[in-house]
């Protein structure tokens, strides 16, 4: 024996609250995976399967705000006829709840998607970085001794070029 009207109404009411409810944890999803992707794109490389995951999880929680708000209209739609019915024509709620749940599945996969970005050189990159420093090292040393060098003799030069240059004079003048 279905209940009276105002209980199935009460009872519509009920499950509508619930799809606004899942309907906020999907929102709470977005967010979460907004945060988890400023850090994550800050921290690892090798993204591609995150990025699977942060997309399809996305999709997935829109998807779950839809059909939660198809789900909520039908109920509502229902309610104008008098008729509260609690399982309205594609079970709209029941695709809501899976899209959250795929969508928080997808948020918990993508945490762990990715490679940690090396935060410090390895032994070998730092042998090669050695190696590289020395290496200009020694030739600045070199060019330094060789500007040294040309400097004295541009000195010398300069003083033999003072010493032996003779005054010259131009015909007719004195």
């Excluded at 009872?11 to 999803?29: N, Q, R």
């Excluded at 020694?138 to 003083?159: F, H, V």
Aim: hydrophobic share 45%.
């Amino acid at each position: 024996m279905p209940g009276t009207l105002d209980d199935q109404r009460n009872a519509a009411t009920i499950y509508a609250s619930l799809s606004s409810y899942v309907m906020t944890a999907s929102l709470g999803v977005i967010a979460a995976q907004a945060a988890i992707a400023t850090f994550v794109l800050d921290k690892r490389d090798h993204l591609g399967w995150f990025l699977v995951c942060m997309i399809v999880g996305i999709v997935a929680s829109v998807v779950s705000i839809v059909f939660g708000g198809k789900g909520i209209a039908a109920i509502a739609a229902g309610g104008l006829d008098g008729t509260w019915s609690l399982k309205p024509d594609g079970d709209s709620f029941n695709k809501q709840a899976i899209a959250c749940l795929l969508g928080m599945f997808l948020l918990l996969a993508s945490v762990f998607c990715g490679r940690t970005k090396p935060d410090n050189p390895n032994a070998d990159q730092i042998q090669r970085l050695n190696a590289a420093v020395t290496q200009q090292q020694t030739q600045i040393d070199a060019l330094k001794s060789q500007c040294a060098t040309l400097a004295n003799e541009l000195k010398s030069l300069s003083g033999n070029v003072a010493h032996t240059a003779k005054p010259t004079t131009k015909k007719g003048h004195r």
